[in-house]
Structure formats: structure tokens, C-alpha cells
Nanobody, 124 residues
Framework: EVQLVESGGGLVQPGGSLRLSCAAS????????MAWFRQAPGKEREGVAA??????YYDDSVKGRFTFSRDNAKNMVYLQMNGLQPEDTAMYYC???????????????????WGQGTQVTVSS
């Protein structure tokens, strides 16, 4: 059974940083497409960043602030978040699919496996 387990969320002040981690079991993070999504209360789930092969992709709202990385040896992916703002407050989810990036993109319905989420709150 595939499991994705996120960690690293928390409360941070505006301008601060957090690093989210996602540990995968029964799924190889270097295969298919891995992504980070977020969902704020009352809003739809939105894609933040993804990695497929050796390429990374970012939503415009986080470009230049967030960095997606991967450790194949540990079978983990990460999301380094810098310059956090209150609008970044959301539950963050790690997701995976065997599909290629050209199909998966940052469309939630195209991802088969999901973690339970980790809460990120940006507030002074």
C-alpha cells in the first residue's frame, strides 16, 4: 500500500521559512510526477509545485519563493518555502501519480496518491 507522510508544517511569521518533507513508502519518488498541493479553508485545492524526472514546475504564486527537491536515497521529497506570506496559509499535501508531467500538470484529480497533509500558518 502506497503511503505518503508529510511533516514540517507549523506557525511562522510573515517573511519566514519552512521546509516541508514527504516520506514515501511503496512508491518511488523518482517515478512519475510528485507534487505539492495546498488547500485553504473555503477554497479549492491548488497545485503549488511538482517534479517529474529532473524538472521542476511551479505555480506563479510561489515561483522564486518555493523550491521543490528530492532525495532518491531517502525516497523523500521536500518543499522549501521562503518569504512566506499570510496568503500561503493552508493545509499542504504531498501527492504522486505515475503519469508524466505533460498529463498530470497541477491538476488534483490526476494524482492517485495523497498524504494526510500538514498545516502551514503564516501569521504575526
Amino acid at each position: 500500500e502506497v503511503q505518503l507522510v508529510e511533516s514540517g508544517g507549523g506557525l511562522v511569521q510573515p517573511g519566514g521559512s519552512l521546509r516541508l518533507s514527504c516520506a514515501a513508502s511503496e512508491y518511488t519518488v523518482s517515478s512519475g510526477t510528485m507534487a505539492w498541493f495546498r488547500q485553504a479553508p473555503g477554497k479549492e485545492r491548488e497545485g503549488v509545485a511538482a517534479m517529474a524526472g529532473g524538472s521542476t514546475y511551479y505555480d506563479d504564486s510561489v515561483k522564486g519563493r518555493f523550491t521543490f527537491s528530492r532525495d532518491n536515497a531517502k525516497n523523500m521529497v521536500y518543499l522549501q518555502m521562503n518569504g512566506l506570506q499570510p496568503e500561503d496559509t493552508a493545509m499542504y499535501y504531498c501527492a504522486a501519480t505515475g503519469a508524466f508531467w505533460w498529463f498530470a500538470r497541477l491538476v488534483p484529480a490526476r494524482y492517485k496518491y495523497w498524504g494526510q497533509g500538514t498545516q502551514v500558518t503564516v501569521s504575526s
